[in-house]
């Protein structure tokens, strides 16, 4: 059984490009085979069961499609079937197919073009797309993470102030920020994604503990920790990372694989 416990979130649409997986979970299994698409959460527990597969998976931050967070259910493994989930499984594999040989140059736009592309699949696909998670009411959390992303850099924002300022009860609050793990830790999550924007920006030259404190981090080996276990490295790497002009975020030989985050969406490729 896997329960994630380090709070990743994230949508994954897996594509099994030979072999065979089976997943299970408390809302029932699902059995997929050779070019078939599906997509399921890190946030729900699950057993899988793979056999001499070779898979694709996309992972996509909650919250990055707010459709997508409305009609998934994080405790149930769908099927991507129609001619719709064709398609996007036929561009998944081409997409992985040029990966290898792109440069960091073509990143941005492969992303936007990946974006782009999802947005439409899932917003053409809803009905497809459906479950019996009512978790979310799509217009008040936009409401309510438009008044957390405002605010980001004030200690006053805590849950009782949320409540008051968006206009939600606080159990409504924690309903509908559960899937996130808890509105505590999206405001973390946030605060952790903005700081990380600025050290990553090379036109910003100020301190790594100036930042943290502009996010609401008065301790910096709080920051400093909080950091890696987001995103797997210390804020101090990312910043000679920058200052070195890209060189890699670790001494010693790249790794296999290289992990290169972008407008908070991440990109794995065989190097």
């Given amino acids: ?19 065979q997986q089976e ?5 029932g299994a699902l059995l997929t085979g050779a070019a078939e698409l599906s997509v399921f959460s890190l946030a729900g527990a699950y057993e899988a069961r793979r ?11 909650r919250g990055a499609f707010p459709t ?14 129609d001619p719709l989930g064709r398609l996007f499984a036929a561009y998944l594999t081409s997409l992985a197919d040029v990966l290898p040989s792109m440069s960091q140059r073509d990143l941005p736009p492969a992303i ?8 439409e699949f899932v917003t053409s696909s809803a009905d497809v797309l459906s479950s019996n998670d009512s978790c979310f009411d799509t217009l008040r959390l936009r409401t309510v993470r438009d008044y957390i992303d405002r605010n980001l850099g004030s ?14 009860s606080r159990s409504n609050l924690y309903r509908m920020f559960q899937p996130y793990g808890g509105v505590v830790r999206y405001v973390q999550r946030e605060r952790l994604r903005r700081a990380h924007a600025l ?57 296999t694989w290289q992990n290169v985050a972008m407008g908070g969406w991440e990109v794995l490729y065989n190097s």
């Fill in 1 to 19: 059984m896997q329960i994630r416990r380090d709070g990743l979130d994230h949508w994954v649409f897996n594509l099994v490009r030979c072999g």
């Fill in 112 to 119: 936007q073009a990946t974006q782009v592309i999802l947005s």
């Fill in 51 to 61: 056999t001499n597969v070779d898979w694709l998976g996309l992972f996509v931050p």
């Fill in 68 to 81: 997508v967070d409305r009609i998934l259910n994080h405790n149930e493994h769908l099927a991507l079937s």
């Fill in 199 to 255: 050290i990553a920006d090379p036109t910003c030259t100020r301190a790594i503990n100036a930042i943290a404190n502009d996010y609401c981090f008065s301790d910096s080996s709080t920051f400093s920790r909080s950091f890696r276990q987001e995103f797997g490295y210390p804020p101090t790497d990312l910043r000679k990372h920058v200052e070195s002009g890209g060189a890699a975020l670790h001494n010693g030989p790249p790794p």
């Fill in 23 to 27: 997943a299970r979970t408390t809302s």
């Fill in 155 to 168: 200690w006053n924002l805590h849950t009782g102030r949320i409540c008051k300022e968006a206009g939600v």
